[in-house]
Each structure stands twice: as structure tokens, then as C-alpha cells.
């Protein structure tokens, strides 16, 4: 039996990727604000992308209006779960780039959810990112997206755990083996 290989330690990633994000989502947000009138397009890319300022007060494709609060919850919830729970086992610069970005999506709507009219756990997210046919999102929201991408990619088609290594595989015959470390 081999003795445990350490663990990298990630966290340094994990948290610079986290403020990366969460800091450029508030910052555009605020320049939303600031500089874009509410439900007035300005066009940016042509036909393929507008900034148009609005307020959510419920989750994605504004689904839940009436729970804001509820969403504010749970997002303080993934945010504890996440730095308790996942961020002491990361052993993949992978997973603690995914994990960066969930935290920080997660934590930018948080934002506003807390500090945002008409109230604490009643704020309604600033989305201000139009593409068409797609709903009006913001920078959170793409950190959110590109980690759940990351994650189907490391845990499906990777196999890679949180902590680095491959998980057992079961073969045709039935029997176990270490799956190739790579």
C-alpha cells in the first residue's frame, strides 16, 4: 500500500479566482447602473450582443419572483458548503478554478440579493448582458455557467474527483481497478 500523496495546495487559486470574479462582476454592475438607462438597449456587437439595464428580483429567466429571499438562503448555503466542505479536499487546479467561479457568481447575485432595493434578502439582481433570444444576464451569471460546464467536464467526461484522482472504475468482468491516473 502506497502512503497518501499530499494535496496541492489550491486554495490560493480558489480564493484569486473567487475575488477575480466576484470584483469584475461588481464592478460592471456598477457601471450598468451608472451609465445605462432601465430597458433602453444600446447596442454594442451589432445584432450579437446589447447591454440593457434591468432588475431581477428572481432566479434565472426571472423564475421565483416572489422568493427572493429563498434564493439569498441558498446561495449563502452553496457559498458555506462550498468553502466548509470542498475547498479543504481540492487537489485539481481544475476544480478549484470551477469552484472559484461558482463561488463567485453565486456571491456577486448574493450581492445584491443583500445590498440591492427594495432590501436585504429582497435585492433584485442587476442584469444588464443581452444576447439574442437569451435572456438578460450579467457577469455572475457567466461565472456560474462556465463553472457547471467545468464541473460535468471534470467529473463526467474527466473523472476527476475534487481532490485530484480518478475514482474507482467498474470494468465489463465486474471487477474493480484503479482507473489511470492522468
Do not use: Y
Request: charged fraction near 20%.
Amino acid at each position: 500500500m502506497r502512503a497518501e500523496e499530499p494535496r496541492p495546495r489550491l486554495w490560493p487559486l480558489f480564493g484569486s479566482v473567487a475575488l477575480l470574479g466576484l470584483g469584475l462582476d461588481v464592478v460592471t454592475k456598477v457601471e450598468a447602473v451608472d451609465r445605462l438607462e432601465p430597458n433602453v438597449p444600446m447596442q454594442v456587437l451589432g445584432p450579437v450582443l446589447s447591454l440593457r439595464l434591468i432588475r431581477n428580483p428572481g432566479a434565472a429567466f426571472s423564475q421565483g419572483e416572489g422568493f427572493t429571499w429563498v434564493f439569498a438562503v441558498a446561495a449563502l448555503l452553496v457559498v458555506a458548503f462550498v468553502l466548509i466542505r470542498l475547498v479543504p479536499k481540492l487537489g485539481h487546479v481544475g476544480w478549484a478554478v470551477a469552484l472559484g467561479l461558482l463561488v463567485a457568481g453565486v456571491t456577486g447575485n448574493l450581492v445584491d440579493r443583500l445590498f440591492r432595493a427594495p432590501g436585504p434578502f429582497r435585492g433584485h439582481v442587476v442584469d444588464f448582458l443581452q444576447l439574442p433570444h437569451w435572456p438578460i444576464f450579467n457577469v455572475a451569471d457567466m461565472c456560474i455557467t462556465v463553472a457547471a460546464v467545468m464541473v460535468v467536464v471534470l467529473s463526467i467526461f474527466r473523472n476527476v474527483g475534487i481532490d485530484g484522482r480518478k475514482p474507482e472504475a467498474e470494468t465489463r468482468t465486474g471487477r474493480r481497478r484503479r482507473a489511470d491516473r492522468g
